[in-house]
């Protein structure tokens, strides 16, 4: 191999490799780290951060910077729960999430697209809306209490000898791997993303393309926000709060690898694991909480510092 095609294989897969080393260094280092419990524990834990984490690449694949998905997620929480509790069946509890999830997306998609206004404003201002409204409707105290077996088989129970968390991640992923790999949406999304004037002179409905992008990011807020309050079977108004950063980390993480600079589901799900593993790790280790928040901040620093033009154009583009 010579040095220029060893480059190109150390940019798609050096973050990856990296990975490994670091399962490597825990396995031989975190006390119980290889236990068959604990490897399922990660991938439950960062299956929120991951679905949530491919909504945020959506909406960054068509050149938007969705903000508001974790204040969104934890407002859908609060509908979901709410309805749960008040009786309602567990199938209007979930379609009420869904599609208040959607709605923010879609809010956000018309606040760009409409009026103009940059992405990385229009939906801190959304996320600040959201907030409100989850505190509006729980006054600050959490749902808990009994909750309907059946709304907690979702977050709880076994598809197929698998934990459901698991399962529903593998779906979210195949399903928007599919969506963007083979549909003709895919394409276009993908297109809006790399050259929107291009796309717009070829035909394609830019507006709509970008609404779709961040009404798909909302959608995933809502999935994460009914699987969230099903498994912990608890409601609250900042339910999402701890894993907006987690989830953005996992996405610039995951453009360092496989397609270096561009949002992709393969390198969000790594990224999601290798954080989630990091923090498994460092707690086996008894390392201190503030050192994952310090490691945290590099990832993100570095992974923005290989893929600062495309967050530039993401955020302020008009």
């Not at 990091?278 to 993100?300: A, F, K, R, S, T």
């Amino acid at each position: 191999m010579n040095a220029v095609a060893f480059r190109s294989w150390l940019a798609r897969y050096g973050t990856c490799v990296a990975g490994l080393i670091l399962f490597l260094f825990f396995a031989l280092y975190a006390p119980n780290f290889l236990a068959l419990q604990n490897l399922s524990n990660i991938i439950k834990h960062i299956s929120f951060m991951a679905i949530l984490g491919l909504g945020f690449a959506l909406a960054l694949l068509v050149s938007e910077l969705d903000l508001s998905f974790a204040n969104i997620c934890s407002l859908c929480a609060v509908i979901t729960g709410w309805l749960v509790h008040t009786g309602h069946a567990p199938a209007e509890a979930v379609l009420a999430g869904l599609l208040a999830g959607t709605a923010g997306g879609v809010l956000n998609g018309l606040l760009v697209t409409v009026l103009r206004v940059p992405s990385l404003i229009a939906t801190l201002a959304t996320a600040s809306v959201a907030n409100g409204f989850s505190f509006m409707i729980t006054q600050g105290v959490a749902f808990v209490g009994n909750w309907d077996p059946r709304f907690l088989w979702i977050g709880r129970g076994t598809v197929f000898g698998m934990p459901a968390l698991i399962f529903w991640l593998l779906v979210a992923s195949l399903l928007v791997l599919f969506m963007l790999k083979q549909t003709r949406l895919g394409f276009r999304m993908l297109a809006v993303g790399e050259a929107g004037e291009a796309a717009r002179r070829a035909g394609v409905n830019v507006r709509l393309i970008k609404i779709i992008g961040l009404a798909l990011s909302g959608l995933a807020a809502g999935v994460t926000a009914v699987l969230m309050t099903s498994s912990l079977a608890s409601a609250a108004p900042d339910s999402a709060g701890d894993l907006m950063l987690t989830s953005i980390a996992a996405v610039l993480l995951g453009m360092t690898m496989f397609e270096p600079g561009r949002a992709n589901v393969l390198g969000t799900l790594c990224g999601a694991i290798i954080i989630g593993m990091l923090g498994n790790g460092l707690v086996l280790m008894g390392v201190q909480y503030y050192v994952q928040d310090i490691l945290l901040g590099i990832i993100i620093v570095s992974s923005v510092a290989l893929s600062s033009s495309v967050l530039k154009q993401a955020a302020f583009s008009l």
